[in-house]
Nanobody, 126 residues
Framework: EVSCRRLGGGLVQAGGSLRLSCAPS????????VGWFRQAPGKEREFVAGIRWNSGLTSYEDSVKGRFTISKDKDKNTVYLQMNSLKPEDTAVYYC???????????????????WGQGTQVTVSS
């Protein structure tokens, strides 16, 4: 089980920033891959960013590269998604997901993850 939280308001203007957090329930992320996905109305869920906890290896969807940063805090056992320079097209429900058995080639595939957070709405106004 994982839980995701939005740190800050869910409605921001274009160019603004938000940070999302993801933490496990009663476990650690050691050995896990943690991914962030998003789903906009009428669209399929898509990969945003992922991190392999042990190695720190990260991966990003092309449209967020240079704007979003996924990171981990070992002391807090938490993964963050810092979102800067937000655009209206970033508007979506954001989910974090985690799984021990995600291989590198599957990091972007939502079907590879068993544990999902409840999702949090991010709305970017133009």
């Amino acid at each position: 089980e994982v839980s995701c939280r939005r740190l800050g308001g869910g409605l921001v203007q274009a160019g603004g920033s938000l940070r999302l957090s993801c933490a496990p329930s009663g476990d650690t992320f050691r050995g896990y891959v943690v991914g962030w996905f998003r789903q906009a109305p009428g669209k399929e869920r898509e990969f945003v960013a992922g991190i392999r906890w042990n190695s720190g290896l990260t991966s990003y969807e092309d449209s967020v590269k240079g704007r979003f940063t996924i990171s981990k805090d070992k002391d807090k056992n938490t993964v963050y998604l810092q979102m800067n320079s937000l655009k209206p097209e970033d508007t979506a429900v954001y989910y974090c997901a985690a799984d021990r058995n995600v291989i590198l080639s599957s990091m972007r595939d939502s079907r590879a993850y068993d544990s999902w957070g409840q999702g949090t709405q991010v709305t970017v106004s133009s």
